[in-house]
């Protein structure tokens, strides 16, 4: 009778470790799971993190351009007055320096209108004032000059997805405008705000391959190190 038991003891204590190894697997394959969802989750914060630390610094990059073009444009005013006063008229400047200019009277009121709401900060306005003057104009000398300040208008007021469907309408319309590499200089840093760094990429490398020895090209260039 004893003989018998032994055998039976050793069979039901496998039994039961068999049991036990079994019931632990499942815990051990969540385990494996939860770390595998956290690496994965720690791996999408850290691109997050990444993607956001280069968006910062084309943002910034962005605003010292800003700082800098404004400082262009007040001496460029400076001068022009200081040019003025000392007795020049505008139809003495040197032809390669001359800005368009509208045989009409009445459609260079309506553009200077436009750029003097620009000019003041006021791109809600000016936005408007440019699209209604391509309303009424659009065939003008001006128009491309419109086109680039119409977008930059938006640009400036974060309407970055219009300010971009604006801009390349332009571009591709009129590639060979003096306005054009700034386009789409404008066209990259609204494709940065919206974090479309692939897209901003794109845009500088185009200025970069088709416009080369533009100043907007110069920018882009240090740009895209910043993207690398």
């Known amino acids: 009778m004893h003989a018998y038991k032994k055998p039976f003891r050793l069979a039901t204590v496998a039994l039961f470790a068999t049991a036990a190894l079994f019931a632990s697997l499942p ?9 595998r969802r956290a690496i ?22 962005d605003q010292i351009d800003t700082l ?3 400082v262009v444009s ?31 009277p009445q459609e260079q009121a309506v553009f200077d209108s436009a750029m003097d709401a620009y000019r003041a900060g006021q791109y809600k306005p000016a936005a408007d004032a ?12 001006l128009a491309d000059e419109v086109r ?8 400036a007021i974060k309407s970055f ?6 801009l390349q309408a332009f571009v591709k319309a009129s590639p060979q405008s003096p306005r054009a590499a700034d386009a789409l200089m404008v066209t990259a840093s609204s494709q940065i705000e919206l974090n479309d760094l692939s897209g901003a990429k794109t845009t500088l490398q185009r200025i970069v391959k088709d416009y080369p020895q533009s100043e907007a090209a110069e920018t882009a260039r240090s740009r895209l190190k910043l993207l690398e």
């Open 130 to 141: 440019f699209a209604g003057f391509l309303a009424a104009y659009p065939s003008s000398v």
């Open 74 to 104: 007040l001496r460029g005013q400076v001068e022009k007055l200081s040019w003025q006063a000392s007795g020049q008229g505008q139809n003495n400047a040197p032809a390669g320096q001359q800005s368009p200019h509208a045989a009409d």
């Open 40 to 61: 994965l989750e720690l791996r999408q914060q850290i691109r997050q993190m990444h993607e956001q630390n280069t968006q910062a610094r084309l943002q910034l990059a």
């Open 148 to 155: 680039f300040y119409e977008g930059s208008s938006l640009y």
């Open 68 to 70: 800098r073009s404004e």
């Open 27 to 35: 815990a051990k394959a969540f385990a494996d799971d939860e770390a």
């Open 161 to 166: 997805k219009t300010s971009i469907q604006k």
